[in-house]
């Protein structure tokens, strides 16, 4: 008897512990994910700017780079302000792991320049990002990314699987 109590608590378990990931990777997507996608769709700085926490370190392995919060937003926000080319961008996920106040997620982001014009140039990276809860909201801590020597492209990038993927982890 005591064996079958501990299966049955091991799969509520097991089954709690699994809802409760899905549901945060659906509030990750709709707070992290979708925004950044919108943020650099329409150029929106403040809307970037919400998806960070403050304590926010950038690392550019290309560039071979560490920002602070203010140093990385100047840099988009010059970059935006300057540029009047249309971009996307999407990610793939390889890795997502999350517990109620922090996550760890690694996948590639494909950047596209002027989508559907004759001057479409896509750029691909992996990125792993560390996020946390503040005031109740997901925030990116930590965001790395390397095109490692720009070896990396789509076949890469179709490899990982969409953000609403989200049953497969």
């Known amino acids: 008897m005591k064996s079958v109590n ?29 925004p950044f996608t919108k943020a650099f769709e329409t150029k929106d700085l403040n809307l970037f700017k919400s998806i960070h926490s403050k304590e926010l370190i950038r690392v550019n392995a290309d560039g071979k780079r560490i920002m602070k919060f203010e140093d990385y937003l100047s840099g988009y926000q010059r970059r935006w302000s300057q540029s009047s080319r249309n971009q996307t961008i999407s990610f793939r996920f390889f890795e997502r792991i999350n ?20 001057e479409e140039a896509s750029y691909y990276g992996k990125f792993h990002v560390i996020l946390i809860q503040e005031n109740g909201l997901w925030k990116i801590l930590v965001d790395y990314d390397s095109s490692k020597g720009q070896t990396i492209g789509e076949s890469d990038f179709l490899s990982g699987l969409n953000m609403n993927d989200i049953n497969k982890y």
Do not use: M, R
């Open 6 to 34: 501990l299966l049955i608590f091991l799969f509520i378990f097991s089954v709690n512990g699994f809802t409760q990931n899905q549901s945060e990777l659906e509030n990750i997507n709709k707070q992290i994910w979708i």
């Open 99 to 118: 517990n109620a106040k922090t996550g760890s997620e690694i996948g590639i982001y494909k950047l596209t320049l002027n989508p559907n014009t004759s």
